[in-house]
């Protein structure tokens, strides 16, 4: 299960925190959506899984939300028609490196060929395809912030992570998403890497609360 190996600090809540800024004097860190106000954006990592990830599509969907997806290069390899959909879907693709590779352990050559490689693999599925931004697995970005942004790609993180690997249980993720969510905050969860049912059945329920409650969905900045 990819996202178990995540090691980022978790807060009393069960929420993970974001992490800290790779490279302070370095490119910027994403973590506030475009429009300022009571805005949230949703990212989803790992994927795409082809039991989850149309499960996920299609609660989108219904709600008229707009979502990251952060592909990882062998997920997307024998997912090709799920990329399509997401594309086709107006969702926005991130590269979340081509086998989830920590990218502290990695120089900036073998990062800059690793990003190239996830890429060149989304691109098969939809040519052309515009990928914005890139998220370092497991929240270590090491030298990958410079090394992606030098290839023109936004380094995408998040103020909440709440935790949807350690199977919580649906009323309890949600809980950690009411109680996390803040204006113009980015949000991550997984659509891939182990079971994904409670966190399709919180955003199934989050998602009529939120809007009936005056929030917006956007994108990262």
């Known amino acids: 299960m990819l996202a178990a190996l995540v090691t980022v600090t978790a807060t009393a809540t069960g929420a993970v925190a ?5 490279a302070a004097a370095g490119p910027e860190l994403i973590t506030k959506t475009r429009n300022t106000g009571k805005y949230v954006a949703f990212t989803f990592d790992d994927g795409p899984s082809p039991t989850y ?20 290069g062998d997920m997307a390899d024998w997912n090709v028609p799920l990329i ?6 107006g969702h926005t693709l991130c590269n979340h490196s081509m086998h989830h590779s ?29 990928i914005p931004y890139f998220r370092a697995p497991y929240g270590h970005w ?16 998040w103020t909440l992570m709440p935790g949807d690997w350690e199977l919580p249980g649906t009323d309890e993720l949600v809980r950690r998403i009411r109680e996390g969510i803040t204006e113009t905050g980015v949000i991550t969860l997984h659509d ?11 955003m199934d329920r989050l998602l009529p609360q939120l809007a009936a409650e005056g929030w917006k969905f956007d994108l990262p900045a």
């Open 84 to 89: 399509k959909r997401i594309v086709s879907e």
């Open 18 to 22: 974001a992490p800290a800024a790779a």
């Open 192 to 202: 891939a890497g182990g079971d994904r049912s409670q966190t399709v059945a919180a």
């Open 102 to 130: 920590d990218m502290e352990t990695l120089t900036p050559d073998q990062i800059r060929a690793d990003i190239k490689q996830t890429a060149d693999t989304i691109r098969r599925a939809v040519p052309g395809a515009q």
């Open 142 to 157: 090491g030298a990958s912030p410079a090394v992606a942004a030098g290839l023109g790609y936004k380094n995408l993180s």
């Open 53 to 72: 990830t149309p499960q996920l599509l299609d609660v989108l969907r219904r709600n008229n939300v707009k979502a990251v997806f952060c592909l990882v």
